[in-house]
């Protein structure tokens, strides 16, 4: 058995007047790490579980690899589901628990022991056979649990924000884990998240959806670098995209601290320009703002400034001596500047030649 791929076509779900996905065309490599990623209610979860069968489409198609699945049983798709709550069964051992997915299948207790055997060392469990789930730590559930959808071998795993009820450290542990698990084994992975740097540190695509809607689906560098729209450009990245908004006239952006001329195709009359924290430089350059608020964090200082009265962040370096109510000069990296349409949201094709002060 290999890896499949995972086709939406044209997928929406309502629940009576709520629609929680609106329309989702979605094409998933086989072997493909993809993760599903947005605020709250946005739809992920139901995304995932229509792909589950745990849910049915109002209308649309849903492929697993060459085979269209929406009236076929969650138990006859060839996927494993991994929860955020574990589910583990309390009186079982973590052998037992493992083995129960082969068992229900009819799996001979001798071929039984042989696969818990094998994933027991990939996930470093031989220690922990014997043990009844309480005895175990949070992580050491988890692992169970992947334990026992990994064991099936399926084409497709879907994961329910798996690490969230695990603390920091152990979430870094386990994101390590599971890419080296998806780079081993070679299946797709679905993965459904909202934090963002689980998606990005695992993801070979990221599909960031919002109100039932697929917003920009790319990779996580592409999807940072290039965010589709306003909502993808303030979704990623901690601290967020500044966004300011401003008139836009022969191809100059004006804005009370900011101008900026562009080279773009189209001439929306209101725009949204765009700059990560780390694309403000303060201390040289043309334009001005005053310091509001200065929060050092160790191996750097964010630092949220006033240009022209809109709020403006920017990141430097952990030495910088700043205080409240100074006035400072800032840059911002040309070729690192985004432009939006204010009224549609959507990224435009733009380049920024030159940047001055503002009269
Ligand atoms: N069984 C249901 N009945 C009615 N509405 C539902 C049902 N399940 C989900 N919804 C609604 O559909 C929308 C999408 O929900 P979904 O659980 O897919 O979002 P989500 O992005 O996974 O959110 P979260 O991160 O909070 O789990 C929400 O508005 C939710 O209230």
Do not use: W
């Not at 086989?30 to 489409?57: D, H, Q, Y």
């Not at 191809?251 to 009370?256: A, K, L, R, V």
């Amino acid at each position: 058995m290999s890896a499949a791929g995972v086709t939406f076509t044209r997928v929406r779900k309502a629940f009576g007047e709520a629609v929680a996905v609106k329309g989702l065309d979605l094409a998933i490599r086989p072997g493909e790490f993809v993760s599903l990623l947005g605020p709250s209610g946005c739809g992920k979860t139901t995304t995932l579980r229509m792909l589950a069968g745990l849910e049915f489409p109002t209308s649309g198609e849903i492929m697993i690899g060459d085979r269209v699945v929406n009236d076929v049983a969650p138990g006859k798709r060839d996927i494993a589901m991994v929860f955020q709550s574990y589910a583990l069964y309390p009186h079982m051992t973590v052998g037992e628990n493992i083995a129960y997915p082969l068992k229900k299948q009819g799996m001979a207790k001798a071929e039984r022991a042989t696969q818990v055997a094998r994933i027991a060392a990939m996930l470093k469990l031989e220690a922990l056979l014997d043990r009844k789930p309480r005895q175990l730590s949070g992580g050491q559930q988890q692992r169970v649990a992947l334990g026992r959808a990994l064991v099936r071998s399926p084409k497709v795993f879907l994961l329910d924000e798996p690490l969230s009820n695990l603390d920091a450290k152990l979430r870094a542990h386990m994101r390590a884990e599971l890419i080296e698990l998806h780079r081993t084994l070679g299946r797709t992975f679905v993965y459904v998240t909202h934090d963002q740097l689980e998606a990005m540190t695992m993801s070979d695509r990221i599909a960031v959806m919002e109100g039932g809607e697929l917003r920009q689906f790319a990779p996580p560098r592409e999807v940072y670098d290039r965010p589709a729209n306003l909502f993808v450009a303030g979704f990623i990245g901690t601290p967020p995209m500044n966004t300011l908004p401003g008139g836009f006239t022969d191809g100059t952006f004006s804005h009370p601290a900011i101008t900026a001329r562009f080279t773009v195709t189209g001439a929306p009359a209101r725009v949204v320009l765009g700059v990560r924290p780390e694309d403000v430089l303060i201390g040289q350059g043309p334009h001005r703002a005053t310091v509001r608020v200065v929060e050092p964090t160790g191996h750097e200082t964010i630092v949220m400034l006033d240009a022209g009265g809109s709020p403006l962040t920017a990141r430097a370096p952990a030495e910088a001596s700043l205080n409240p109510g100074d006035a400072v000069s800032f840059a911002l990296r040309a070729e690192k500047l985004h432009l939006f349409d204010a009224e549609s949201q959507a990224r435009l094709d733009a380049r920024a030649v030159t940047l001055g002060e503002s009269e």
